[in-house]
């Protein structure tokens, strides 16, 4: 994953919480457009920094290095159930999933 995309993943952690940039960067103590500035590119993310980002906006780490960040309650959903059958209903679905 590139730079760019995990920019704009938290612009998409930040809105799913519905939380501003400035308000983000409150909550982490630091100056109102630190956020804004981070996501644009014009400030380095640190680790530390994003976690940071995550917890205040209540996301989790591994939804936000999933493949596909706005799928993944569906994917995850799926993958539990698809999982919970036994082999057969799994050996079916592959079947029907190829025809």
């Known amino acids: 994953m590139e730079i760019k995309e995990i920019l704009s993943r938290i612009g ?4 799913k ?4 940039a400035r308000e983000v960067s409150l909550r982490m103590g630091m100056s109102p457009q630190y956020v ?12 530390e920094k994003l976690l940071q980002i995550l917890e205040i906006c209540e ?3 591994e939804r936000f290095f999933s493949p596909n960040i ?3 309650n569906v994917d ?3 993958k539990f159930l698809i999982e919970s059958l ?4 799994k050996k079916n679905i592959i079947e ?3 025809k």
């Open 36 to 47: 804004a500035q981070l996501e644009s590119g014009r400030i380095v993310l640190t680790i």
């Open 96 to 98: 029907f999933i190829k």
């Open 59 to 61: 996301f989790p780490i």
């Open 70 to 72: 706005t799928d993944y």
């Open 17 to 20: 919480a519905n939380l501003s």
């Open 12 to 15: 998409f952690v930040r809105n």
């Open 76 to 78: 995850n959903e799926l």
């Open 86 to 89: 036994p082999l057969d209903k």
